[in-house]
Nanobody, 121 residues
Framework: QVQLAESGGGLVQPGGSLTLSCVAS????????MGWYRQASGKERVLVAR???????NYADPVKGRFSISRDNAKNTVDLQMNSLKPEDTAVYYC???????????????WGQGTLVHVSP
């Protein structure tokens, strides 16, 4: 069974930085796209950043220039470096893996359990 586990959330002051990490565990052969989404209280879950297996990155407009996504295909990890954080970045951040292939199965979409990022003075 494949699972995604996030870490790195917490409380940070405006202007501060945090790095979120996600590791996929299981008998994984490969993962295509990986990404981070966030869901603020009372709002829908939205894309923050996404990265293809080849390393092509895509960012939501509100985080461009402040956030950076990276991945390690050998370790099945994806990180999100968040700089110049703002109160409006407060949300639960979810790791996402698209088209995950194991020895026996193929998973179209997998999600982590989420990690809270709270930006406040």
């Amino acid at each position: 069974q494949v699972q995604l586990a996030e870490s790195g959330g917490g409380l940070v002051q405006p202007g501060g930085s945090l790095t979120l990490s996600c590791v996929a565990s299981g008998s994984i052969r490969l993962i295509n796209d990986m990404g981070w989404y966030r869901q603020a209280s009372g709002k829908e879950r939205v894309l923050v950043a996404r990265i293809t297996r080849a390393g092509s990155e895509n960012y939501a407009d509100p985080v461009k220039g402040r956030f950076s996504i990276s991945r390690d295909n050998a370790k099945n990890t994806v990180d999100l470096q968040m700089n110049s954080l703002k109160p409006e970045d407060t949300a639960v951040y979810y790791c996402n893996a698209h088209d995950v292939r194991t020895i026996f199965n193929r998973y179209p979409e997998l999600w982590g359990q989420g990690t809270l990022v709270h930006v406040s003075p």
